[in-house]
Nanobody, 123 residues
Framework: QVQLVESGGGLVQAGGSLRLSCAAS????????VGWFRQLPGKEREFVAG????????NYAASVKGRFTISKEDAKDTVYLEMTSLEPEDTAVYYC????????????????WGQGTQVTVSS
C-alpha cells in the first residue's frame, strides 16, 4: 500500500503562485509514476502534470505547460507542483495519484490517491 498526503492549497490572487506538495509513504518502491489531477464540482478529474518516480521524465497538460512545474525530492519521497501565473480557471481541488506501472494522463492506471487540496484563484 502507498499513502499520499497533499498540502499547500489555498486562496491566491490571479497572477500569483502556489506550491503543492504530495508526500508519499508506505511501499513507495512500488511507485512508477505520480500524477497531479484537478477536479471541479460536477466535472471529470483532469490531468495536470506527471512525473516518473525514478526521474527525469515529466509530462504536462497543454493548459498548464510553461506555468506549472512538477518535481520530486527523493530524500522526502515528495512530489511538488509549483504553480505560477495562476488564473481563475485553475481553481479546483487538486489531487495527487500514484501508479505502479506508468505515467498516464488518464485516471485509470493510478492505484493510489490523496485526499485532495483546494486551490482557489480570485480575479
Amino acid at each position: 500500500q502507498v499513502q499520499l498526503v497533499e498540502s499547500g492549497g489555498g486562496l491566491v490572487q490571479a497572477g500569483g503562485s502556489l506550491r503543492l506538495s504530495c508526500a508519499a509513504s508506505g511501499r513507495t518502491f512500488n511507485i512508477y509514476g505520480v500524477g497531479w489531477f484537478r477536479q471541479l464540482p460536477g466535472k471529470e478529474r483532469e490531468f495536470v502534470a506527471g512525473i516518473r518516480w525514478s526521474g527525469p521524465y515529466t509530462n504536462y497538460a497543454a493548459s498548464v505547460k510553461g506555468r506549472f512545474t512538477i518535481s520530486k525530492e527523493d530524500a522526502k519521497d515528495t512530489v511538488y507542483l509549483e504553480m505560477t501565473s495562476l488564473e481563475p480557471e485553475d481553481t479546483a481541488v487538486y489531487y495527487c495519484a500514484a501508479s505502479t506501472n506508468m505515467v498516464a494522463t488518464s485516471i485509470r492506471p493510478y492505484d493510489y490517491w490523496g485526499q485532495g487540496t483546494q486551490v482557489t484563484v480570485s480575479s
